[in-house]
């Protein structure tokens, strides 16, 4: 089993690749991989409490970990009330860490 961090930038609602980088996503969670998701800059959209982000959504039905830069909510204005739940807040210490415990971090 490996471990992966996706770091997801773009809006899915604007860039159709962000749909396939979620699917991915959920295949690896699907074959028993640690796979969780960091959103930052404009990948935090579907993230607020109300959007229909259908990607997003699935994968949190499925129970991946998924969080949300703190910087980028600030710069546009959200908070952790604004989430959906079950996403968390993080900074970008994440990444590093990822990187130092030998996981596979992909960004998008």
Do not use: C
């Not at 770091?7 to 295949?27: K, M, N, V, Y």
């Amino acid at each position: 089993m490996s471990k992966y961090l996706f770091i997801q930038s773009q809006d899915p609602f604007t860039e159709g690749r962000a749909r396939h980088q979620f699917e991915l996503i959920g295949q690896l969670h699907e074959a028993g991989h640690d796979v969780s998701v960091l959103l930052v800059q404009n990948g935090v959209t579907p993230a607020r409490r109300g959007a229909r982000g259908e990607g997003l959504d699935q994968l949190l039905n499925r129970d991946v970990a998924i969080y949300a830069d703190v910087f980028s909510l600030e710069q546009r204005e959200l908070d952790e009330a604004d989430l959906k739940d079950r996403i968390g807040v993080s900074g970008l210490h994440i990444i590093i860490d990822a990187m130092l415990a030998r996981g596979k971090v992909i960004w998008h």
